[in-house]
């Protein structure tokens, strides 16, 4: 598949971007807001656009003309207020939906985030956040597109373990970011995956088992 990756300058978005280049299956188009950030991803020999989230859904689905699937791992970040939350990762994600099924891509891997499905497990001191991830993944579910949700713990920068956890309603917990690359990579054209939506946290299971047991 040929991937449409929204968010490519973020954290998990650059373990993803490397994942790609050393996938003999699939290939990569960094969707970036920054000519700069292009312009480097370009100089490593990886495709690149640039789009802003903000921008309007005919500029994103220019962005993704010609991709198989799409996949979603922008967000806000904790550094800004309430209005970039809305605007991102509810608007944002909203917009790379539609954008989506106006370029006619099918596919769709939304990164979310744990408990995002259930109000009681709203982490309450950022119940804005889980309510536009709610909100995304709600407007992904109700759309016709075949997507998957990946809803990960708490976020480590330390090295992936390549073993996870997933299931529809999981306890709290973390995870790396390599792990959080490495699963959305195994799902992407994993079947068992399609129309569903799970948490994700480290684990016993290698990621590959663990995506066709789901
Ligand atoms: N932190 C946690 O513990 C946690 C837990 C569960 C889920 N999540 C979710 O996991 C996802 C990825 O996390 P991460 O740590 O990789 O995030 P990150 O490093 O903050 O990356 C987010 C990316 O989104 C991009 N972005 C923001 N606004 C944009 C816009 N207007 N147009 C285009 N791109 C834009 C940023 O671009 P720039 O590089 O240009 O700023 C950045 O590259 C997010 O959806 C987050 O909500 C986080």
Partial sequence: MNVLLAGANGQIGKHLVQLFKESNEHTVRAMVRKEEQAEELKQAGVEAVVADLEGSVEQLAEA?????????????????????????????????????????????????????????NWNEAIRPYYAAKHYADRMLEASGLTYTIVRPGGLLNEPGTGKVAMAENLTRAAIPREDVARTVLAVLDEQKTYNRSFDLVSGDTVIEEAVKGI
């Fill in 64 to 120: 993704a003309k010609g991709c198989d699937a799409i996949i979603f791992t922008a967000g806000s970040g904790g550094h800004t207020g309430l209005d970039k939350t809305l605007l991102i990762d509810l608007d944002g994600a909203v917009k790379t939906i539609e954008a989506a099924e106006q370029a006619g891509i099918k596919r769709f891997v939304m990164v979310s985030a744990l408990g995002a499905h259930n109000r009681d």
